[in-house]
């Protein structure tokens, strides 16, 4: 089993809808990030949470320490959004800053 | 801000070539810098990290290797390609918590 998973790992939605991403670990961890890529892109960080809530635009991250959880919400879907999200966990026990990531989810939002 | 080249971006060789990827970093200095690997249906994968120049830890047993010549440049080798050598590969720079992870844009390698 991962230590890091996530779900769906393909999502195809219809513009306008609410989506959700979800990411589990089972390590303890000092950070966790949500990272984004475009085809043909490169990997850029949305959300680097440590607890409760974050918010950027339409983008919205949550985590749940106690429940080793965390969630990556989309509103009001475009197809721009279409692109891999991965959660990455930072470990706690660790002072080098390597991460641990989850396998992605490929979403595609239809217009 | 830092940023990251990485390059080439796609890369097909064959069986038994050699390899190297390089990493450069800039607008930042005495980062932690890593190798990362995804392959085929699964996550990015951590083949090597440095926390200063020459000091190079490997987290998995392979057929590649790295080096850090300099402080803001990171290399990923190998002397003969495998076909399993094959996948997505990602540099990354991390400077703390206030500065967070930078990445690179990756290199497709194809090794037919």
């Known amino acids: 089993k991962n230590e890091v998973e996530q779900s769906p790992q393909n999502l195809t939605a219809q513009e306008g809808e609410f989506i959700t991403i979800n990411c589990s670990y089972s390590?303890?961890?000092?950070?966790l990030h949500w990272l984004q890529q475009h085809p043909g892109g490169g990997i850029v960080s949305l959300f680097m949470?440590?607890?409760g809530k974050k918010k950027h635009g339409r983008l919205i991250a949550t985590i749940n320490i106690q429940e080793k959880h965390s969630s990556l919400h989309i509103t009001a879907s475009h197809p721009r959004d279409s692109a891999v999200y991965t959660c990455?966990?930072?470990?706690?026990?660790?002072?080098?800053?390597?991460?641990?990531f989850g396998q992605g989810t490929t979403l595609q939002v239809k217009p | 801000s830092q940023t990251i080249h990485q390059w080439p971006a796609t890369l097909v060789q064959p069986v038994g070539s050699p390899l190297s990827l390089e990493c450069t970093v800039e607008?930042?200095?005495?980062?932690?810098l890593y190798w990362y690997r995804q392959a085929a249906g699964r996550g990015l994968q951590l083949l090597f990290y440095?926390?200063?120049?020459?000091?190079i830890s490997s987290e998995v047993p392979q057929n590649l290797s790295a080096s850090r010549p300099q402080d803001r440049q990171f290399i990923l080798s190998s002397k003969k390609l495998l076909l399993s050598d094959s996948g997505f590969y990602l540099c990354?720079?991390?400077?703390?918590?206030?500065?967070?992870?930078?990445f690179g844009s990756g290199t497709r390698l194809t090794v037919v």
């Open positions: 990455a966990v930072r470990l706690g026990s660790s002072n080098t800053g390597k991460l641990i």
């Open positions: 390590v303890g961890i000092s950070a």
């Open positions: 949470l440590s607890s």
């Open positions: 607008g930042t200095s005495n980062p932690n």
């Open positions: 440095s926390v200063g120049i020459g000091q």
């Open positions: 990354a720079c991390y400077r703390g918590t206030n500065y967070g992870y930078t």
